[in-house]
């Protein structure tokens, strides 16, 4: 079983920059794992916020590309989102997820989010 437990939200001025982390308890076994970061605002859809996977392949929605970056401490089994240039409108829960079968599909394994909010 994996467990996803997120830290690091916050409020901070819009410009500034938050670092997320998502420890990670088990093993995610397939050759085809995948880990990401999803954001999800008050009476929106979740969204897509970047993925990693095998070779350190990430993928970033257009909205944070240039801004955000995803990276995996295997050794740590603890995921980050480094968020720089914050706009007001990254304000949302962000939660990380893991997946055994690639970064298309449906992610089975969620973190219980932690709130980032950038003010104007």
């Known amino acids: 079983q994996v467990q996803l437990a997120e830290s690091g939200g916050g409020s901070v001025q819009a410009g500034g920059s938050l670092s997320l982390s998502c420890a990670i308890s088990?093993?995610?076994?397939?050759?085809?794992?995948?880990m990401g970061w999803f954001r999800q605002a008050p009476e929106k859809e979740r969204e897509r916020v970047a993925t990693?996977?095998?070779?350190?392949?990430?993928a970033y929605a257009d909205s944070v590309k240039g801004r955000f970056t995803i990276s995996q401490d295997a050794a740590k089994n603890t995921l980050y989102l480094q968020m720089n240039s914050l706009k007001p409108e990254d304000t949302a829960m962000y939660s990380c997820?893991?997946?055994?079968?690639?970064?298309?599909?449906?992610?089975?394994?969620w973190g219980q989010g932690t709130q980032v909010t950038v003010s104007s």
């Open positions: 997820a893991a997946s055994n079968s690639g970064c298309s599909g449906e992610f089975p394994y």
């Open positions: 088990g093993r995610l076994t397939s050759r085809w794992w995948c």
């Open positions: 990693i996977q095998r070779f350190e392949i990430t």
